[in-house]
Structure formats: C-alpha cells, structure tokens
C-alpha cells in the first residue's frame, strides 16, 4: 500500500492549481466578468482535462478517475465557472458505448432531482454543468442494454433560472422531441452504469473536497483580519473551534474521497461504487458544515450576496445532490453491506 | 497510488493471519479479562516479528515501514484478536530526549514486553493543564525522591515501570522545571487503587500514589528540565495514525453491527439504520486516513500539529460507531449482552482519553490553521 500521488498526478495537480488561481472568479462581481471567464475557458480547453476519459487503443480510458479528481478538486477550490464534471461523465458514457467523441460541447441530463442519468421515458430532465454544452446525452433501455441518446440544449439566456450553482448552469431540457440516438460500437450494460455512477460520485467528492479548501482559505483569512473587541476574530477560542472542525472534516474527506477515486478503476463496479457512495455521503455532510460555518465565521457580511462563501455552499449542494443525495448514498452504503430496506 | 498491498505486504498479512489461528488469546475488546491477557500478548506478538514495526532492530524492533502497522491492525481487528499494545509514544519520546545509556536500558524490554510500563503524566489537579503538575522529585545525593499522586494510569494495576514526570525545580516557569523519570512500581512506597469507569471496568485506568520512591538519579530520562519538551513529543507521537491502531477496530464493530441486523432487518427502524450506515462511512473513512498519513510517512514527513487533525477524526469516529452500538445493539434492559452498550459507555472516553477535544481543536487552531493568539 502506498497512496501517495506519483510525480505526474502532482503536476497535473499543480497546473490545475496555477490555471484556476490565475482565471477563476476570486470575488462574486468577477462571476459576470465574461472576458475572465472566456479565458478560463481557454486554458481548460487547450489543457484537455476534459478528455481524461477519453479511449485509448484498448477501450481503457486515458487517464484514471484519479487524475480527474485531481483536476475537479482545484477547479473547485477556486469556484471555476466552466464545464468540467459534465463533459468528463459524457465523454465516460462514449468510451463505455464504444461511441465517437462529441464535435459539439456537451454535458449529460439526469433527473430532476439529479439522482440519476436521465432516461428517454421521462418528458423533461436537467443538463447539469451545462454553460457551454449545445447537447446532453441521456439514456434508453434497448433489447441488449442501454444505448446513448443526446438532446439538444438550450444556452443560458439572462433571465433564465440556471440552479442554484452561480459557477454551473442546470438547464431543463425537453425528452419528449428532439431525442436522436447515438451511433455506439456497443451497448452499455447494468455494470458499466454503476462503474459510471462510481466515476460520477467520486468526482462530486473530489468537487466538494475542493469547495471545501476554498471555503476553509476564505475564512481563515478573514478570522486573521477581521477584528472586534481589539483583536481579530480568528484569536477568540469560540472561532478557533469551528475552524479545527473544518480543516479536520475537510482533511477526513480528502483521504475517503482519494480512495473513492483509486477504486473506480481498480475494484469491481459494485466495491467502487459501495465506496464511492461513502465518500460522497461524508463529503456532503461534511461541506455543509464547513460551508455554512465559513457563512457563520464572516457573520453578517457572510450573509450578503457579494461574500464568496456561499458561492462554495451553493456549488457543494450541487455537487452533494449529483448522483443521488445523502439518503441515496446512505442506501447505497447498507446495499454494499447487504442491507435493504433504508 | 495503489490502496493494495504489494506482494511483500501480501505475503507478510498471509504470514499474520495463520499465525493468528494459533495465537489468538480470544478475550473481549475492553472487558477486565482484556486488560489481563495483554502482557503475554504484546510478548507473543513482539517475538514472532509483528510488533515493533518502524522501530531500531538493535532495540527489538523490525525494520519494515510504517504501513505494516495498518495490516497488522487490520488482521488483529478481523480476527477479533487484541489490538497492539500502545506505546508508540514513549519509545519515540525515548528516541528522541533520552541519552544513549538510557535507550539501551529501558528499549529492548520496552518493545519486547519484558517490562511493562505505564505513564504517570496526568494529576487529580493537573489534567489539561499538564505543566501544573505536583508530583516532586527531590535531589538527595545519587538519588531523587519521588512524591505525589498520579491519575487515569492505563496499565498501572500490571506495570513494572511508570514513565513519571515530575518538578525538579519549583523556582522556574511551570514548563522548565519538570524532569521525567524511570520510576519502579515493585517499590513499597507506590501504592496503585483501580478506578471504576462507566462502563464497569476496574482495569483500564489506576490512581498511583508515591510516597518518597528513591530511584537512582540514573533513571532520569533526557536532562533536567526537559520534562515537558519529552510530555510534549509524546503526546503528539500519541495522536499521529502510527498509534491509532483502533482504526480497524472501528470497523470491526460496525461489521459486528451490521451481522446483527442482516439476521433480522426487520426489527430496525430507518433511524437506527441511518446510524449503522454513518458507522460504517465513517470507520472507513479512517482506515483510508490511516493509509494516506502513513504513506506520506515515506517521504519523511513528520505530523505534529496535524495529528491533532487525525487525533478529532478518531474521536468523531468511535463516537460516531458508539452511537451505531447503541441504536443496533440496544440498550439491555433485560440484562442480556450488554457489551454493545458498553462499547458506546467506552467511546465516551475517547474525546478525552490523550487530551480533550477541545484541547485538540486548540492545537489545529494555532498550528495548522495558524489563527492568531
């Protein structure tokens, strides 16, 4: 057993870092900055973090869902407001589907709730991480597994209610026309869904690790500056408690959330996503609490719209709900353990 | 980045786990009849190589890395069998403070289990704020004489030596005049009185009274003074994942809950489920803490204000498995198998047991977060 990150994770981690650190939203005015946000959208594109999963010659993905955690976690800590978790799961379908890649930017529908891939049956589902996607795959049960079917998407027009993530647009869309199937080598068995939920679920953690940091970054400056009674706040014992708590949730997390991603890959798809469904249950429990005490730490300014904290809270609630809530994963854990019935 | 063992760790869990069949004393986790076997089992397990991992082979120890511990927990917690003996700490707090002379007095017996040791730190006065403490050793000659009262001793009921700390100068700072010793509890002057915990137990924790013990001023252990330097590493070394060889146990116990309700899922209601299903999320979510600290361990790094981080995770999880033990296993008003509900009465210590949790939040505070004073 040796999980440290080998050299390569580490770069790929470091870039990842610098690029989000250099373009990413560092205040909530600079989310309606479309000049920064185009050139984030650059250097993710040219990075090609986006094709991680993309086949190699063998069917096997390019990279593993390690290195996609990698990158999911600093996009997060630095609230990148552009495609990520979207386009890796379309692409993830694809290769699973022996499919070409998409020409057009596309992300994946689920339901309403988020809980799972959408499937043609329903009349409306929700692009998720759909800012730039012009299509999202969705899912129909065929006569020998399922096959991939993409639905186009509407752009984000001002006005329009995109969810509650100001950095990753939802958008509904329409089943009941426009649904074309995808040409794919092959079709998708009940296997490769799960296997594909682990990759989804390990991701959202990796997500909720990185809304974390930031959150965690955000508070411990503002503890260290913000005086009252003469001293800054970060100094009185009531704060200083919170804060440990949120450096130890986020460091718990960190390490269950690694070991959700190692195992997409290298366990069977029922153990990944037994695992992943751990992962992802303390994650969201635990960015609840790191989030909403980052609110409580900056107090009423926490409170006000401009305060980056809850633009962490709000990412961490899409990220908790993807794939299936708290409850869903709960479930999903005493399934792995061989108990129904919650 | 693999969570799997290599085929060297592989054959060394295959080697651990027939050699467990044989050697498993088979006493429950907690109970007095634990406490009691523990000597002749940290002997068992030292001579056949599976403890003293990461420690100087001229000492006893066995030279593989850390993460050997984590599958020597790992089987120890799957065959039910004790855990290891805990006394990482002091080795290390040997290593690092005592002279040569001393390491080569007290190690050997100290990893082997040829001695045993227990820890004389804590005072009916001096809890978290350790550095107060009473207890006075007096120079007098080649000598020091010993005198005071010493609190929440695991072990002391069975010890042959205490690791005392002491004033040895009352005329400097509370943190510079404390000096540690070698102390040995045979002397008719230590006298040791059980205390009786929540959950029942008179042999997990001793009061230990000394009354003018003469030890040989050869047996201080470091230099005058540097008592609290040596507490203070110790302590620290007490929270790093290198001792928290319960990690496994947690989970362990959540699979022993989980039996109990697969064999009847019908008597459970969702709420009770929902504190199973966190027991499990969580003991595992340490194991895979476990792993990570101790693979960053290969590289050398040392924890010490984060294993106030890993030290809050521990707590939270035994507490968290507490509650599982107490939704599933019951409270046992018919006087049935009530050792559910006394490893829930147990998990109450943890947030105390090593320093408090709120001790451990102060620490993450100023030396991880780095939060002004």
């Known amino acids: 057993m040796d999980v440290r990150l080998s050299p390569e994770q580490v770069a790929l981690r470091d870039s990842a870092a610098q690029v989000v650190d250099r373009l990413g939203p560092k205040a909530v005015g600079q989310l309606a900055d479309t000049t920064r946000r185009d050139r984030l959208e650059a250097a993710v594109l040219e990075s090609g973090w986006r094709e991680l999963r993309s086949t190699d010659e063998d069917g096997a993905p390019w990279a593993s869902a390690v290195e996609v955690a990698l990158v999911a976690e600093q996009l997060a800590r630095g609230c990148a407001d552009v495609p990520f978790l979207g386009p890796t799961l379309a692409l993830e379908l694809r290769r699973l589907a022996g499919a070409p890649p998409s020409s057009r930017p596309e992300t994946i529908a689920l339901t309403s709730d988020l809980s799972s891939l959408a499937s043609t049956t329903r009349d409306r589902a929700v692009a998720v991480d759909a800012g730039l996607a012009e299509q999202a795959i969705v899912i129909e049960l065929g006569p020998t597994g399922y096959v991939l079917a993409e639905v186009p998407v509407a752009g984000v027009d001002a006005g329009v209610d995109a969810g509650i993530d100001l950095t990753r647009p939802t958008i509904p869309v329409a089943l009941s026309s426009a649904v074309e199937l995808i040409r794919q080598g092959h079709p998708i068995t009940g296997d490769d869904i799960t296997g594909w939920t682990a990759l989804g679920l390990s991701t959202a953690t990796a997500d909720l690790v990185g809304a974390m940091q930031g959150a965690l970054d955000l508070t411990v400056e503002y503890a260290s500056q913000r005086q009252q009674f003469g001293r800054p706040i970060g100094s009185f014992q009531a704060v200083q408690h919170l804060m440990a708590d949120m450096v130890s949730y986020l460091e718990g997390t960190r390490s269950t959330a690694l070991h959700a991603a190692w195992a997409v890959d290298a366990l069977e798809p029922d153990d990944a996503l037994g695992y992943a469904a751990a992962a992802a249950a303390y994650a969201a429990r635990s960015a609840r609490i790191v989030c909403e005490t980052a609110i409580q730490v900056h107090a009423g300014i926490g409170n006000t719209w401009e305060c980056m904290a809850h633009v962490f809270l709000r990412r961490s609630q899409l990220a908790s709900d993807f794939l299936g809530g708290v409850g869903t994963n709960l479930a999903r854990v005493l399934e792995h353990v061989g108990i129904g019935g919650l | ?373």
């Open chain 2, 1 to 373: 980045m693999d969570f799997e063992d290599s085929p060297e760790e592989h054959a060394f869990r295959r080697r651990l786990r027939a050699w467990l069949v044989d050697h498993n004393p088979h006493v429950t986790y907690g109970s007095n009849e634990y406490w009691e076997a523990m000597p002749q089992w940290h002997q068992s397990l030292h001579e056949a190589g599976f403890f003293g991992i990461g420690w100087p082979t001229e000492y006893g120890g066995v030279d593989l890395p850390p993460v050997y511990n984590v599958i020597v927990d790992e089987e120890l917690a799957d065959a039910e069998a004790p855990a290891r003996p805990s006394l990482g700490f002091k080795v290390v707090g040997i290593m690092h403070h005592g002279s040569q002379d001393i390491q080569q007095k007290i190690l050997p017996g100290m990893i082997s289990g040829a001695d045993r040791w227990c820890q004389g730190f804590s005072e009916p006065d001096s809890g978290s704020d350790l550095a107060s403490l009473r207890t006075r050793a007096v120079r007098d000659g080649d000598e020091y004489v010993i005198s005071g009262h010493k609190i929440w001793t695991s072990y002391s009921d069975l010890a042959d030596w205490c690791f005392l700390l002491a004033r040895t100068d009352p005329g400097v700072p509370k943190h510079k005049g404390i000096s540690a010793f070698a102390v040995p509890m045979n002397d008719p002057g230590v006298k040791q009185i059980p205390l009786k915990m929540i959950n029942g137990n008179v042999r997990d924790f001793g009061e230990v009274m000394f009354d003018n013990v003469r030890v040989p001023a050869t047996n201080m252990i470091g230099a005058p003074g540097d008592g609290w330097a040596l507490a203070m590493t110790m302590v620290a070394h007490e929270r790093e994942p290198h001792e928290i060889g319960f990690a496994a146990r947690f989970a362990k116990t959540a699979n022993q809950l989980t039996a109990i309700v697969s064999d009847d899922p019908g008597r459970f209601a969702s709420e009770q489920l929902r504190d199973l299903a966190w027991a499990i999320i969580e003991a595992d979510m340490l194991q895979r803490h476990v792993s990570r600290r101790l693979s960053e361990r290969l590289d050398g790094i040392s924890h010490g204000a984060e294993g106030s981080i890993d030290k809050l995770l521990m707590i939270w999880t035994e507490q968290t498995v507490g509650h599982a033990a107490l939704a599933i296993g019951r409270a046992p008003h018919d006087g049935r198998n009530p050792a559910m509900f006394n490893t829930y009465l147990y998990s109450r210590s943890a947030s105390v047991m090593g320093g408090t949790e709120q001790i451990q939040r102060n620490l993450v505070a100023s030396r991880v977060l780095g939060l002004p004073n």
